[in-house]
C-alpha cells in the first residue's frame, strides 16, 4: 500500500502536520511507542502548510549562446550510365568523358554515347548564273559569244536602277532569252533582220514595211553596275520592247 493512497485523509487526521501524518503511517497508534511524540511537537508558527516563494538576489549570469555554423555537404547524385558504353562513366569527371570512347551521365535521363552532332553547314551562296526570261531558272556557264548584229537596245543606270530596252518588232516573245551570268547581262535569241536596209543607226527608229526579214539569231552582252539586286530583276516584253529592271542597293 502506497503512503499516498490516504494522504489526505492521514494529512487532516494529523491536523496539517507532514511530521504527525508520517509518524502516524509508519508507526500507527498501538505499535509505535513513540505515538506520543506529537505533544512534544514544537509549535509552528502561522498556517499549518505554506506556499514558500525563493527569489534569487544578486546579478543574474547571463548566458551568452554562441551561433554554431553547421556546414552540411550535399553530394551530389550521378546516374549510372545505361546506355551499354563500352568506356564506362569515370566518378571524378567534371565536363569531358575518359576512357576512349566512354560516356560521362551528368544530371541527365539518358546517356550520350555518341558525340554532339555537328553544326549543320551554312546555307549555299545564290546562284550566281541564273535565267530571268522568259522564266526563272539556275543555268549552268557558258561561253558568251557576241554576234555582229543585234536589234536595238540602250542601257539606263540610276542610283537606284539598272534598266535595259530592246527594241525587237515582228519577234515572238518565246524568241528571246535574259540571262545573268555572275555581273554580265546577256540578251540572246532570234530576232528579224532587213536583208535590204542592213544595220542602222541606234539612235534612228527604223520602220520598214517591206517583206523581205530574215530571222537572225543574236547574242548582247552588258556589264551591269555594282550593288544590283539580281534576285529582284524584273522584264517585261510590251508592244515589242523587251525591258529590264534590276533595282540597286
Keep these: 500500500m502506497s503512503m499516498f493512497s490516504r494522504f489526505d485523509k492521514d494529512l487532516k487526521q494529523a491536523d496539517g502536520c507532514l511530521h504527525k501524518a508520517a509518524d502516524m503511517f509508519f508507526h500507527p497508534i498501538g505499535e509505535d511507542i513513540f505515538h506520543k511524540w506529537d505533544h512534544n511537537h514544537p509549535a509552528f508558527p502561522g498556517p499549518k502548510l505554506t506556499k514558500v516563494r525563493l527569489e534569487c538576489k544578486g546579478e543574474e549570469k547571463k548566458e551568452v549562446k554562441e551561433e554554431v555554423k553547421v556546414v552540411v555537404k550535399v553530394e551530389e547524385k550521378k546516374e549510372k550510365c545505361s546506355g551499354g558504353c563500352s568506356g564506362g562513366c569515370s566518378g571524378g569527371c567534371s565536363g569531358g568523358c575518359s576512357g576512349g570512347g566512354g560516356c560521362c551521365c551528368h544530371h541527365h535521363h539518358h546517356c550520350h554515347c555518341a558525340p554532339p552532332p555537328p553544326p549543320p553547314p551554312p546555307p549555299p551562296p545564290p546562284p550566281e548564273h541564273i535565267r530571268i526570261y522568259p522564266c526563272f531558272a539556275?543555268?549552268?556557264?557558258?561561253?558568251?559569244?557576241?554576234?555582229?548584229?543585234?536589234?536595238?537596245m540602250k542601257d539606263y543606270t540610276a542610283d537606284k536602277l539598272w534598266q535595259l530596252h530592246v527594241y525587237l518588232p515582228g519577234v515572238a516573245k518565246d524568241k528571246v532569252i535574259v540571262d545573268i551570268l555572275g555581273k554580265t547581262l546577256v540578251v540572246h535569241g532570234e530576232g528579224v533582220f532587213h536583208t535590204h536596209c542592213g544595220?542602222?543607226?541606234?539612235?534612228?527608229?527604223h520602220c520598214c514595211d517591206c517583206t523581205r526579214k530574215e530571222p537572225t539569231c543574236f547574242c548582247k552582252k552588258f556589264a551591269l553596275p555594282d550593288n544590283c539586286k539580281i534576285h529582284e530583276a524584273r522584264v517585261e516584253f510590251e508592244k515589242e520592247v523587251l525591258v529590264v529592271r534590276i533595282q540597286r542597293g
Aim: charge should be negative.
Design 138 to 152: 539556275v543555268i549552268d556557264k557558258y561561253d558568251i559569244v557576241e554576234s555582229e548584229w543585234h536589234p536595238a
Design 199 to 205: 544595220m542602222w543607226p541606234e539612235h534612228i527608229e
